[in-house]
Nanobody
Framework: QLQLVESGGGKVQPGGSLRLSCTASKPVLNLYSVAWFRQAPGKVREGVSYISMNQGSSYYEDSVKGRFTISRDDARGAVYLQMNDLKPEDTAVYYC????????????????WGQGTQVTVSS
């Protein structure tokens, strides 16, 4: 199976930045659409950002538009989430997920998931 590993999380002050990485165990990430999700304690998991298989489409949850940027480097088997101007409300465990066949955001299921990386935004 495809394994995904997130990294880059940590604790930052409000207004700070972090760059999350999602690295795949096999050189086949080009066959998947990829998305980032997050879940705060006691809250439902929500979609944060999405990038299509061909990199032609992307999605951002309204609360992160203009602050977060998703990108992918299939040669390196990686997807990134650049997070700028972080807010306390962004505090959560962030997960990346891959969907076989390049599903659209609306049809995204997440066939493979990483274990998550903690992002904490606090003074």
């Amino acid at each position: 199976q495809l394994q995904l590993v997130e990294s880059g999380g940590g604790k930052v002050q409000p207004g700070g930045s972090l760059r999350l990485s999602c690295t795949a165990s096999k050189p086949v990430l080009n066959l998947y659409s990829v998305a980032w999700f997050r879940q705060a304690p006691g809250k439902v998991r929500e979609g944060v950002s999405y990038i299509s298989m061909n990199q032609g489409s992307s999605y951002y949850e309204d609360s992160v538009k203009g602050r977060f940027t998703i990108s992918r480097d299939d040669a390196r088997g990686a997807v990134y989430l650049q997070m700028n101007d972080l807010k306390p409300e962004d505090t959560a465990v962030y997960y990346c997920a891959a969907d076989i066949g390049g599903a659209s955001w609306n049809g995204f299921r997440g066939d493979y998931w990483g274990q998550g990386t903690q992002v904490t935004v606090s003074s």
